[in-house]
């Protein structure tokens, strides 16, 4: 698919175009800083009920404090604590999210980790891209769905051009990255997970009967912390060195995932994100994807293996009318 503006006109989607959000709840994994905090800001002056989900109380009260500095009258913030490198710091979040609340507008998946200089397993010894970046929102993904399903919510799934650095198919035979690891490989295979997810769960929805609820996005190449704690020093220094250069703000990097998460006109299935220098940059509308991301029978099978590997179960069969 080629790169798109429409229908947001020649400047692309703004935040101008969020609706009011009074009533609708959504959740935000890494929502203390960087691009989930700023998504948090949008959705929360627009009257959304927020709850973001962080490793750290302390960085997520501070990061609830800042936000309600921003926060329109009937807008709501709040927290959760959750380590996606620990599934049952997942299963937990879920079970307590899910016993406060009846419903989730939108699950906004933006929490991750970059170019890890060094192997390092999560505790339930998957490898830390692809154990924090897909298979623990896979996971939390299953947990929240009836919620999201009792609202016609949508899951939102934040990739990366990155996902090109992933190669040509996902290493079924090497999840874990036991031999010839690399940050910049391990990191894209979680980001084309994070797409291939999210396409075969609109395509087991459609073949159940149910109307797809998986988006994607992506932030271009953003000025975040995120680049800051992951990589090796020198990778580090280059990075910075690409800030000044070529990074735009947080918030411009945020605003695929509230468009994404809100936009009455966007798709299920397309990638939203910056159009402009391979999709590092410039307006945001329609980015194409790689062909790998695009392989079918390969989503199945991460399907399959992400449901095994996680023990998570997903009731996609369509509601009953009558």
């Known amino acids: 698919m080629s790169t798109q503006l429409l229908p947001f006109g020649k400047k692309g989607w703004d935040y101008g175009r969020v609706p009011d959000l009074a009533g609708r709840h959504y959740a935000i994994t890494g929502g203390n800083s960087g691009l989930g905090f700023e998504a948090a800001k949008m959705l929360i002056r627009r009257n959304a009920h927020v709850t973001i989900f962080c490793r750290h109380e302390g960085r997520a009260e501070k990061a609830v404090s800042e936000l309600a500095e921003f926060r329109s009258v009937n807008a ?78 949508r899951i939102v799934s934040v990739s990366s051009v990155a996902h090109r650095w992933g190669g040509e198919a996902i290493n079924f035979d090497d999840l874990n990255w ?42 271009g190449y953003a000025a975040t912390n995120l680049q800051r704690t992951g990589p090796s020093f020198l990778t580090r220094m280059g990075l910075e060195v690409m800030n000044v250069l070529f990074a735009h703000s947080p918030f411009h990097g945020a605003k695929s995932q509230v468009l994404a998460a809100t936009d009455p006109e966007a798709q299920p299935g397309l990638f939203y994100g910056p159009t402009k220098m391979r999709g590092l940059s410039g307006p945001v509308g329609v980015t194409p994807i790689s062909h790998a991301a695009g392989n079918a029978e390969a989503a199945a099978r991460l399907w399959n293996v992400s449901e095994e590997l996680t023990g998570a179960r997903w009731d996609l069969a369509a509601n009953e009318t009558g």
Request: proline share 3%.
């Open 76 to 153: 709501k913030i709040e927290y959760e604590l959750m380590d996606l490198a620990d599934l049952n710091s997942v299963r937990a979040a879920a079970e307590r999210f899910t016993g406060w609340h009846e419903k989730l507008d939108g699950l906004i998946n933006n929490a991750g980790l970059m170019m890890v200089p060094k192997r390092v397993l999560t505790k339930d010894d998957f490898e830390l891209h692809m154990g924090v970046n897909h298979f623990g929102h896979f996971l939390f993904s299953a947990l929240l769905f009836d919620l999201i399903k009792k609202a016609d919510g």
């Open 178 to 219: 036991h031999e010839n690891y690399t940050p910049m490989g391990a990191y894209g295979q979680s980001k084309l997970a994070n797409i291939m997810f999210i396409l075969e769960l609109n395509r087991k929805l459609s073949a159940a009967g149910r109307e797809p609820c998986g988006y994607l996005c992506h932030p």
